[in-house]
Each structure stands twice: as structure tokens, then as C-alpha cells.
């Protein structure tokens, strides 16, 4: 078994190449390291095409490039440690093959459907936090303007506990063509907004979409005059506003409680 042993070898500054988004979404890959997230995408099915370890766990890297065909790399301790973006490392990394951008909607076929809309959401814990609301919830997909962050971006596929490889995600150049593809689907488009309408008071029939704008600025104005509702989350204490990904989650819930 061959052990790369030194930081300057070319496979180590691939790897090492690839938490820069721009260069893996380039190479039409993902970088993901940890045990469970690895474990999460080959549940999946998404292509492996390096299995990666440090020595102590090249039977598991061995394992999963005998199953699936990848490439094996086993790394000494000091060159795993220049690939990860951990504090403490779990010894084991995959690059998989990037899952293609659904172009249509998916539809249940029930009229019961919910997606959740995303308008330049900068945060990755935000983001990785509401594709898995999606998937507890059931949603058709999250579908996100192109300034959102990177969905595989390692903060969001930790955060999403490996929902983003469940839930279709996709990718739309403004809030106005997400508006367009919804409402040639008959689906009526709810805003988050703080001067809207009560939510627990909401009359909200599905198929439904609801838009949650960006953590700083919220949702942009013809966003909001574009949606069939406009809701609000009543508050009794003294924030002004709730996190993001916590307003997203009480309007989701709410949401599938219609079905």
C-alpha cells in the first residue's frame, strides 16, 4: 500500500485545491470529509471518485474503492491534516462527482407540494440548516437565486447532516425567475415579511412556495409585491426579527401541517 508522505505532492494540492468553491464546482466535484457525511453521500448514490484515509483508516478507503471503483488514496497524518478543514480530523475524505441542477420542477402529483425559496441567503449554517428543514418536511426542493451560497460548500453539507444529497436544490439566476417557473405551475408564492399578515391566522392552501429573503437585508421589494402573501411570525418578546433559518423552519412547519 502506497502512503503519500509529503504536503508538496500534486494529489495533496488538488485535494487541497478543492475547498476553494470556484475550483470544484470547476472540476465538477465535492470535497467531504467526516465519517457520516461520507457515509450520507455514497447512501445517496452520487459517483465516488476518490476514496481518501490517513493509515489508521485505509481499510474503510480501501472498502469503498474496491465497491465502487474510485481511486484509493492513503494519506500519512501530517498530509491528511493540509487536505482537512477540521480541527480535528476523522481520517477519512471522498470527492465525489457534483449531482447535475434539476432545470424543472418536481411535482408529488398530489397538489400537495411546498418548496422553500431562498433570495441570496449568504450564510452556509443558514443554508445547510433549511435544506434540512426541507427534507424533514418533505418539500419538493429548495430553489435558490445564484448570489445564495455554494450548497456544497462544507459548512452547508455539515449543516444539512447530509440532507443536501436528498433534497433537489435548484438554481435560478433572480427571485424573478423563480416566480415565472412557480406561477406557470399554479403555485401561490407566500413572502416573509415583517408587515405582512399573521402566519397562525394565514389562510395558506397548497400547493405552496414560500420566499425567505437574504440575513441582512431580507427579501427585495419586487420580490415581495410578486408574492400572493405577504406573512409574518408574531413575536412576543424583544427581537426584532428571527434568525433566518428559524423563520424558515416555524413557516415550514405551518406549511406541511396543510397537507
Not at 51 to 77: F, R, V
Not at 239 to 259: C, F, H, P, V
Amino acid at each position: 500500500m502506497n502512503v503519500i508522505t509529503s504536503k508538496d505532492n500534486s494529489k495533496v494540492k488538488y485535494l487541497v485545491s478543492l475547498h476553494d468553491r470556484k475550483t470544484a464546482a470547476k472540476a465538477g466535484v465535492v470535497f467531504v470529509e467526516g465519517v457520516r457525511i461520507c457515509e450520507d453521500a455514497i447512501k445517496s448514490g452520487v459517483e465516488v471518485i476518490t476514496a481518501i484515509a490517513d493509515e489508521k483508516h485505509a481499510s474503510w478507503a480501501q472498502d469503498i474503492a474496491t465497491k465502487s471503483g474510485a481511486d484509493l488514496l492513503i494519506l500519512n497524518d501530517v498530509c491528511f491534516k493540509k487536505i482537512s478543514s477540521t480541527v480535528n480530523p476523522q481520517g477519512v475524505a471522498l470527492v465525489v462527482k457534483r449531482p447535475e441542477s434539476l432545470k424543472g420542477i418536481p411535482l408529488r402529483g398530489d397538489g400537495k407540494d411546498i418548496f422553500l425559496c431562498l433570495e441570496d441567503i449568504q450564510d452556509p449554517g443558514n443554508l445547510g440548516t433549511m435544506i434540512r428543514l426541507a427534507d424533514a418536511f418533505d418539500f419538493g426542493a429548495v430553489i435558490v437565486t445564484k448570489n445564495t451560497a455554494d450548497r456544497y460548500n462544507e459548512k452547508v453539507i455539515r449543516s444539512s447532516m447530509g440532507s443536501v444529497w436528498h433534497v433537489p436544490v435548484i438554481e435560478c439566476e433572480t427571485s424573478r425567475d423563480i416566480i415565472e417557473m412557480l406561477h406557470n405551475q399554479g403555485i401561490q408564492l407566500i413572502a416573509a415579511e415583517l408587515h405582512g399578515d399573521s402566519l397562525s391566522k394565514a389562510n395558506i392552501e397548497l400547493p405552496a412556495a414560500y420566499f425567505i429573503g437574504n440575513e441582512g437585508n431580507g427579501l427585495k421589494q419586487e420580490t415581495i409585491d410578486s408574492c400572493d402573501f405577504k406573512v409574518k411570525i408574531e413575536m412576543q418578546g424583544r427581537a426584532e426579527s428571527l434568525n433566518a433559518a428559524a423563520a424558515a423552519s416555524i413557516i415550514g412547519y405551518k406549511l406541511q401541517e396543510e397537507r
